[in-house]
C-alpha cells in the first residue's frame, strides 16, 4: 500500500527503510505528520492526508512515498 504525501524536500526514487515512530496532527490543515526512524539512526517527518500505519510499523520511503515494508 502506498502513502503519498503532501511533499517532500526529498525527490528522487531514494530509498529509506525504517519504523513509525509518531502519528501527530500536521499543521496543514486535515493531514497528520508521520515520524520515521530510519534504520540510518535518523528521523524523517512526512506530512499525509490520512493513514492507517500504526507506530512500530516497518516502512519504506521512496521519495515522498511511504509503503508498508
Known amino acids: 500500500q502506498v502513502f503519498p504525501s503532501a511533499g517532500s524536500?526529498?525527490?528522487g526514487a531514494?530509498?529509506?527503510r525504517g519504523a513509525v515512530r509518531s502519528?501527530?496532527?500536521s499543521p496543514y490543515r486535515?493531514?497528520?505528520?508521520?515520524g520515521v526512524m530510519l534504520d540510518s539512526r535518523g528521523v524523517r517527518y512526512v506530512?499525509?492526508?490520512g493513514t492507517?500505519?500504526?507506530i512500530g510499523e516497518r516502512v519504506r520511503l521512496e521519495g515522498d512515498r511511504i509503503y508498508r515494508d
Open 30 to 34: 486535515g493531514m497528520v505528520r508521520v
Open 23 to 25: 502519528i501527530e496532527a
Open 14 to 16: 531514494y530509498v529509506e
Open 52 to 54: 492507517d500505519l500504526r
Open 47 to 49: 506530512d499525509l492526508p
Open 9 to 11: 524536500p526529498h525527490g
